[in-house]
């Protein structure tokens, strides 16, 4: 009987969420971050530490879903904040969109506009 119940309390355990860490370094419009394999859930991404080359002080992040076909794009969020200073940061959250490979995309469909990032987090 104790045996069913850890099993059982096993089982009901919540799902853990996943992670990676990485930085940026000129990178261009439409760039692409790596992909990851999301079960499905919440997406967070958090910049630390930005710059551009120019006087925006704005970097768009778009979360992007791999596909076969074009990949869909999920909401846009405008990060600002991260700007400020060097440990300052910015995230957005997007919801769940199912499983699948995701990665993001920065400043997609922008001109010339080419940004750093001291270090960011993805969190799925």
């Not at 991404?45 to 879903?65: A, E, P, W």
């Not at 791999?66 to 200073?85: H, I, M």
């Not at 060097?86 to 940004?115: E, K, M, P, R």
Request: glycine fraction near 10%; include cysteine.
């Amino acid at each position: 009987m104790i045996g069913a119940a850890t099993a059982l309390g096993f089982l009901a355990a919540p799902a853990q969420a996943a992670s990676w860490s990485s930085s940026l370094s000129n990178a261009g419009p439409g760039f692409e971050s790596r992909r990851w394999a999301d079960s499905g859930g919440a997406t967070n991404i958090k910049f630390t530490g930005c710059s551009d080359d120019g006087s925006d002080s704005v970097v768009n992040v778009t979360l992007r879903k791999d596909t076969l076909g074009p990949d869909p794009s999920y909401a846009t969020a405008n990060f600002t904040n991260c700007f400020v200073s060097s440990t300052s940061t910015s995230s957005g959250d997007w919801s769940d969109h199912g499983s699948g490979d995701y990665y993001f995309a920065v400043n997609y469909g922008a001109s010339n506009l080419h940004v750093w990032v001291k270090s960011l987090t993805v969190t799925y």
